[in-house]
């Protein structure tokens, strides 16, 4: 028991030095503008962060707050480290459950030093581990999130894509409900975004999107069916051996199908970091975390169909126990409409 406390003290030790650290190097981008020091290119992403920034208030109707209005610079490529694991033989995610936060399916590392330590010991008692750079994350509206490096050059449809979610969670967010939160954001996102689009994009940002986006749906659902494969290799009542054996197979299948879609879009590589580490469990674990419920959330968006409405429908559904919000998503989705743009207030 002492073992276990001093574990969980430095975990908590390391995540609030490392927030502590973020804030330590933020400043407001006022600053960093009226700074002659400002790098050219650093100026320009900062001045479409503010202008997304205020999008995301005026049309969106997401928090008018501190977040996403100072600037830290870090010195490594993520902001964190999450690792998650799995049991062997089941996809069924490991949870640590945190004061504010709840109950989730990882644990952050502001060092990947520190991640890879535990990931290590994860390993070691059996257990499929995945160790993945974090750009940005949200703290829920406690704190004011900066803009950092490890995301402001991404580009405009991505950066405005990235901050529409973070703010989202500021809106509604269910502790323990993983499936819930995300599902909501990445509905806000993708709905915020196409007005963006609609209203500030030129040809070429929306094309660029849109082949960032194609290629994103078609990555996912290879990895949806990869998924769904291993789901029924585990539920066959085979012995443990034929099992593994499934799951090599499955993994060896994803391998070559991946080789296949990423020779179909002329060789882009921007999802080979995701086979940096063995393939296992613990890779495909949250891959439904963040669109199970997207369907429904649509329909719910298309039916109230201004933002505000929404998110008064959205507060009622958190209000409701996990089951009865599950089934009213699901019939939400079973008869989802094609996603509109939200009317004008």
Known sequence: MLLAGCTTLNYYAQAGYGQYELWSEARPIDEWLSDARTDKRLRARLQKAQQIRRYAVATLGLPDNGSYKTYAPLRRPYVLWAVVATPELSLKPLRWCFPIAGCVAYRGYYDRGDARKFAAELRAQGYDVQVSGVPAYST??????PLISTFINYPD????????????????????DSAFNESFATAVEEAGLQRWLDEHGDERLRDAYATYASRKRDFLELLLRARRKLAAVYA????????????????????EEYAGLRQAWGGY???????AEPLSNAHLASVATYNDHVPGFRALLARERTFPRFYDAVRKLAALDKQERDRQLAGLARGAAPLVPAARE
């Open 140 to 145: 829920l509206g406690w704190f004011d999130d």
């Open 157 to 176: 449809a991505e950066l405005a894509r990235l901050i529409f979610h973070e703010l989202s969670h500021q809106m509604s967010y269910i502790p323990g």
């Open 236 to 255: 066959a009542g085979a012995s443990d051996d034929e099992r593994r054996a499934g799951k090599a197979e499955v993994f060896r299948q994803l391998k």
């Open 269 to 275: 590589a921007g999802y080979d970091r995701f086979f």
